[in-house]
Nanobody, 125 residues
Framework: VQLQAYGGGLVQAGGYLRLSCAAP????????MGWFRQAPGKEREFVAA????????SYADSVKGRFTISRDNAENTAYLQMNSLKPEDTAVYYC???????????????????WGQGTQVTVSS
């Protein structure tokens, strides 16, 4: 499954962005979808994940209440709506897919099978 992440950019603190992750020509309806991020000099960290049924989600504490993950299986696309952005949200954001049961969400990067190329999000203060 080839994933394409896009939607990043430069935004002021307090602003918003919506990231998209597409799998053109492939179905990912049986995959848990996750978003991770990596800031300069830091390790990649979990941001959010959604089960392939869409019934279960998980968020990092640092983004709870600000970010929302969703998916449209008919469009083979997952989304990450990011509101109230902070400078500490600046990072390269990666989407990933993990084969999983219908209601399972994976939060460990090593359990993901496929990764997108990343999209840069920069939040200015």
């Amino acid at each position: 499954v080839q994933l394409q992440a896009y939607g990043g950019g430069l935004v002021q603190a307090g602003g918003y962005l919506r990231l998209s992750c597409a799998a053109p020509g492939r179905t990912f309806s049986s995959y848990c979808m996750g978003w991770f991020r990596q800031a300069p000099g830091k390790e990649r960290e979990f941001v959010a994940a959604i089960s392939w049924s869409g019934s279960s989600t998980s968020y990092a504490d640092s983004v709870k209440g600000r970010f929302t993950i969703s998916r449209d299986n008919a469009e083979n696309t997952a989304y990450l709506q990011m509101n109230s952005l902070k400078p500490e949200d600046t990072a390269v954001y990666y989407c990933a897919a993990a084969a999983a049961a219908a209601t399972t969400v994976e939060v460990v990067a090593g359990l993901y099978d496929y990764w997108g190329q990343g999209t840069q999000v920069t939040v200015s203060s």
